[in-house]
């Protein structure tokens, strides 16, 4: 058995592969930063295959699927990713389009690739990793909320195709709130809601999927809001959203 994860080196990656090679899984763990999982790898217990890669370039997602395609992987988990907080007009251009890149299109691109293969094979696991953010609009971190939500959608689709091929193929959604991960300090944000650990998370992300839970949110207060949220209109709960951004910017 073996499995991929992205975005390794830290975080519910990291807690991922720990999990999983717990269990016996061989690893193929993919990041930008090559000492963290050099880290990781001699922490383990099986054998390890770490591959130092920024994907946010498309070309390196394709090398990277070149490079494992023959490794009879079972597992894909698309992990990697990043958050950006402020105004719109104030953002960085190039940091969003890297965003856009890495949350987006190598979520999509190594999703198509290894579907491909596991849907000939009859046999196979993708969790893609998305956000609860992906339930609603978030001014104040706009293209990061706009990201996930095009992982959800994508996942849910892809969940019906493989459905009503009749292929024995898990496409699955993680959905988490605030996690205690790298992320808050990448985008530049404190959350007000108490954070989930990454371990909490990761293991419930794995033993969900390995049931079969097309999409997985952790945490009951985050499945509440998201349960109630459909009974509000999107434009009251993008108000809401703004003034918790606020708070988040103002906590930093």
Do not use: W
Not at 86 to 111: Q, W
Not at 128 to 138: D, E, K, L, R, T
Request: charge should be positive; charged fraction near 25%; hydrophobic fraction near 40%.
């Amino acid at each position: 058995m073996k499995a991929l994860i992205t975005g390794a080196s830290s975080g519910i990656g990291l807690e991922m592969a720990r999990i999983l090679g717990a269990k016996g899984y061989d690893l193929i763990l993919v990041a930008r930063r090559k000492e963290q999982l050099e880290e990781l790898k001699e922490s383990l217990n099986v054998d390890v295959q770490i591959i130092p890669l920024d994907l946010c370039s498309t070309f390196n997602c394709m090398k990277l699927y070149n490079k494992v395609k023959k490794s009879k992987i079972d597992i894909v988990i698309n992990n990697a990713g990043f958050g950006l907080f402020g105004e719109f007009t104030n953002t960085k251009l190039e940091r969003e389009l890297d965003m856009i890149d890495l949350n987006i299109k190598a979520v999509h691109t190594l999703t198509k690739l290894f579907l491909k293969d596991f849907m000939n094979e009859n046999k196979g696991y993708i969790l893609n990793v998305a956000s609860s953010a992906a339930y609603f609009s978030g001014p104040l971190m706009a293209t990061y909320y706009a990201t996930k939500a095009y992982v959800l959608h994508l996942t849910e689709a892809l969940q019906e195709e493989v459905k009503q091929s009749g292929k024995n193929v898990y496409v699955g959604c993680l959905c988490p709130g605030p996690v205690d991960t790298e992320f808050n300090k990448v985008a530049g944000v404190k959350f007000a809601l108490k954070s989930l650990s990454k371990e909490y998370v990761a293991e419930y992300a794995i033993n969900k999927m390995l049931k079969g839970k097309k999409i997985i949110i952790p945490g009951f207060k985050i499945k509440l809001i998201i349960f109630f949220s459909k009974f509000v209109p999107r434009r009251f709960t993008t108000h809401i959203n703004y003034y918790n951004q606020q708070q988040k910017g103002k906590n930093d």
